[in-house]
């Protein structure tokens, strides 16, 4: 591994979505794909450590869509970030990893509807791909930051190329 690819290189800020405290000792930051299905391993995994960790623990999402594997991955983040323009991304991140095998258009616009987001402004921005560009920006992070697969995790700002399905040890690594 190349020491320069190691390391995240857009530090965690405003524009990122986030739970838990900015101050955390500890910021997890994970690049995912909501059709992956290592991703949909590593999502209650990530959840049991937030509820272990609690206010210790910053806990990042960055969009990393594999399109070539995963057809659905790049209408599912622009989802994600359409819900977010709309104070619901986390709602909407849980939801399309719950729902992780129905990924596809008919299945999306149900899913915003079902969290309450406005359907109008939301088709348009679906159809008009107007988040390509916020996910696009993720993306590329991703790739700057050495991230070649999903999940890929940095912990306080350093890739974590350890066992993430080991929750204990993921949480030891955290602590």
């Not at 995240?8 to 986030?18: F, I, Q, R």
């Not at 930051?29 to 910053?58: F, M, S």
């Not at 509807?113 to 406005?118: M, P, S, V």
Request: aromatic residues 10%.
């Amino acid at each position: 591994m190349n020491a320069k690819n190691s390391h995240l290189t857009v530090p965690v800020g405003e524009h990122d979505h986030a739970q838990g405290p900015a101050n955390a000792p500890v910021t997890l930051v994970e690049y995912g794909d909501y059709e992956c299905p290592h991703c949909g391993r590593a999502y209650p995994i990530v959840k049991r450590i937030q509820k272990r960790l609690g206010n210790r623990l910053r806990f990042v999402y960055r969009n990393l869509p594999l399109a070539e594997l995963h057809p659905n991955a790049t209408a599912a983040a622009e989802l994600a970030e359409a819900a977010a323009t709309q104070g619901k991304f986390w709602e909407m991140h849980d939801m399309l990893f719950e729902h992780q095998r129905a990924l596809d258009d008919s299945h999306l616009v149900g899913y915003a509807a079902e969290l309450g987001l406005d359907s109008k402004t939301f088709e348009q921005e679906l159809h008009a791909h107007t988040h390509k560009d916020r996910v696009r920006k993720d993306f590329m992070s991703a790739i700057r930051s050495g991230a070649n697969g999903t999940p890929t995790f940095f912990i306080n700002g350093q890739r974590f190329d350890g066992d993430w399905y080991d929750e204990d040890a993921f949480v030891r690594a955290l602590s």
